[in-house]
């Protein structure tokens, strides 16, 4: 059985950054007990705080990019592109509908400690947003091209390009990238059942004119 006692707080109402991400409390100041000793926190045994505190940015607060360019011997070359971006919130829309529909991993699983159960219990009993941290590490591009020598009569180069062949995050959506654009200028971006951005690859034959 799991029961933590609320806590008395201050509460101090500040301006917030514009479309930022709210939702309401995950803090100390909650009760959440299994009373029927099943392993599983029900919507009805967790109590959250009135107050919507501030979660975090929406868009990152830090971009990094970093390409390598690798000429090899006979005319080849490799360069890779490596996005980061870091600090930023996603409204995971997507797994809140999913979770108050009673089908999601998080009101389900036992093996999740009873604290992490009364989250995805709060968020199926419509109390919070599933609001997480959504940075990555994403392989933008990887190109391979061979030029042939010089010396022939025309030009001739072959590229093969790789865009978005990996992404390295825990972010708990399809993609910490899509929904990073909101159609209402004054609300913060969510992920509602989007697609993640597709892996491409294309071969290019380049060849001059005499």
Not at 105 to 132: C, F, M, P, Y
Request: a neutral charge; charged letters at 20%.
């Amino acid at each position: 059985m799991l029961a933590l006692a609320p806590k008395a707080h201050k509460v101090e109402r500040v301006a917030l950054p514009f479309r930022t991400s709210r939702s309401k409390p995950w803090s100390p100041e909650y009760r959440a007990v299994d009373a029927n000793g099943d392993g599983l926190i029900a919507k009805n045994e967790v109590t959250l705080g009135p107050y919507s505190t501030y979660v975090g940015p929406s868009q990152p607060t830090l971009e990094v990019g970093f390409q390598n360019i690798l000429t090899i011997p006979h005319g080849i070359t490799l360069s890779a592109l490596l996005d980061y971006r870091h600090g930023q919130y996603r409204d995971n829309a997507t797994e809140t509908l999913r979770c108050r529909a009673d089908v999601c991993k998080g009101v389900n699983d036992v093996t999740l400690s009873l604290t992490d159960q009364a989250r995805w219990s709060a968020i199926s009993g419509e109390l919070i947003k599933d609001v997480v941290p959504a940075s990555y590490l994403r392989l933008r591009e990887v190109v391979l091209e061979w030029s042939a020598p010089t010396t022939r009569a025309r030009p001739l180069a072959v590229r093969v390009v790789g865009q978005n062949l990996l992404t390295w995050t825990e972010y708990d959506g399809s993609d910490p990238e899509v929904g990073s654009i909101s159609l209402n200028a004054a609300s913060a971006p969510s992920d509602f059942f989007q697609s993640p951005l597709p892996s491409r690859v294309r071969v290019e034959v380049r060849m001059g004119v005499m």
